[in-house]
């Protein structure tokens, strides 16, 4: 099966925004709730986001109020829109299924966030 591919990333002063997009396979897309995961440098990958077929949303504590997730289901895409971006939400992000597919991680998108 073909990997899902993020985008977006980037280098963004705090307090900035970034819009992340992930095209993922239209076999996983069509099935599964997408979700968004980050991985901080020496800390385990972690839940972000997640967006069912229908539109049901459920976010991390951590992001709640500052990041919306969506989905494109004509694009195959999921989106996760990041607004008062803090130092701490620096990490690769990875989008995957909710819960995650053991074999569908891609190589993720870098986001860094500093003044």
């Known amino acids: 099966q073909v990997q899902p591919v993020e985008s977006g990333g980037g280098l963004v002063q705090p307090g900035g925004s970034l819009r992340l997009s992930c095209a993922a396979s239209?076999?996983?897309?069509?099935?599964?709730?997408m979700g968004w995961y980050r991985q901080a440098p020496g800390k385990q990958r972690e839940f972000v986001a997640s967006?069912?077929?229908?539109?049901?949303?459920n976010y991390a504590g951590s992001v709640k109020g500052r990041f919306t997730i969506s989905r494109d289901n004509a694009k195959n895409t999921v989106y996760l829109q990041m607004n008062s971006l803090k130092p701490e939400d620096a990490a690769v992000y990875y989008c995957?299924?909710?819960?995650?597919?053991?074999?569908?991680w891609g190589k993720g998108t870098l986001v860094t966030v500093s003044s």
């Open positions: 995957n299924t909710y819960p995650p597919l053991e074999n569908y």
């Open positions: 967006a069912t077929t229908g539109g049901w949303t």
């Open positions: 239209g076999s996983i897309f069509s099935l599964y709730v």
